[in-house]
């Protein structure tokens, strides 16, 4: 994605520097469809993960072995993620985690 905004730059920075009125209208047109093209890519992507996030029901994805570590006093979340999905991959899973303090007494 960097390099479209670079490309829409230097379109830019040519119709600044650019003496034939030609030449600006051709700049000016040719960054507006990088605008229109970069922006209908950047909107079909986000629909697709949005889709993508009901493809996979809850009840097809299990979480295995799940431990949580502690080091450098950060904790990590380990697991395996089990896809039962015949038609989907997962290729990305996010967790949310609650976490809060318990009484020492109430550890087992």
């Not at 469809?33 to 097809?60: H, P, V, Y």
């Not at 809060?100 to 087992?108: K, N």
């Amino acid at each position: 994605m960097p390099w479209i905004i670079a490309v829409i730059a230097g379109l830019v920075l040519g119709i600044i520097l650019v003496s034939s009125r030609e030449a600006r209208l051709f700049l000016i047109a040719t960054a507006v469809l990088l605008i229109g093209a970069a922006t209908w890519f950047i909107m079909s992507d986000q629909a697709r993960e949005n889709r993508a996030l009901t493809l996979i029901g809850l009840e097809e994805v299990e979480l295995r072995d799940a431990l949580v570590e502690k080091r450098r006093g950060l904790h990590y979340v380990h697991a395996s993620v089990k896809n039962n999905s015949s038609e989907y991959d997962v290729r990305r899973l996010t967790i949310q985690v609650r976490a809060h303090e318990c009484p020492e007494e109430d550890l087992s």
